[in-house]
């Protein structure tokens, strides 16, 4: 029988290559996943008391009664960001700005009728 090493060794090589790029890409998609604010919020108040909510934010903007005998706390942030120059890496005669637009930042907490949180959803739109 021949020897196929020749053959087999560089498909083997590039198919670990592969396999650790992808642990990689995994790896950091579950990292940047766990760092968004709505995972930042549902570590540190969900399955407690609004109580501690209220403590930290602050009375909420709005709250709605749901028919299951809950509640949804909402916190709205709205802020105007400025126009910020765009530079383009080469020389150029105009100046080019991004334009004005209005952040509004949602955050709802979903609170149980004993006054618990069970669910966060926090939300970022941009409007002109």
């Keep these: 029988m021949k020897n196929f090493n020749h053959i087999l060794l560089p498909f083997l090589n590039k198919w670990q290559f592969v396999s650790k790029v992808f642990a990689v890409l995994l790896g950091l998609t579950l990292l940047i996943s766990g760092c968004s604010v709505e995972s930042k919020l549902n570590r540190s108040y969900k399955g ?40 383009t890496g080469h020389f150029q005669y105009d100046e080019f700005n991004s334009p004005k637009v209005l952040r509004t930042e949602i955050t709802q907490f979903f609170v149980d009728p004993s006054g618990k949180v069970k669910e966060i959803k926090y939300s970022c739109e941009y409007s002109r």
């Design 48 to 87: 407690k008391s609004f109580t501690e909510v209220i403590d930290k934010m602050g009375a909420p903007t709005n709250i709605e009664n749901l028919v299951g005998g809950g509640t949804i706390r909402s916190y709205v942030n709205k802020k105007m960001l400025r126009e910020t120059p765009i530079n």
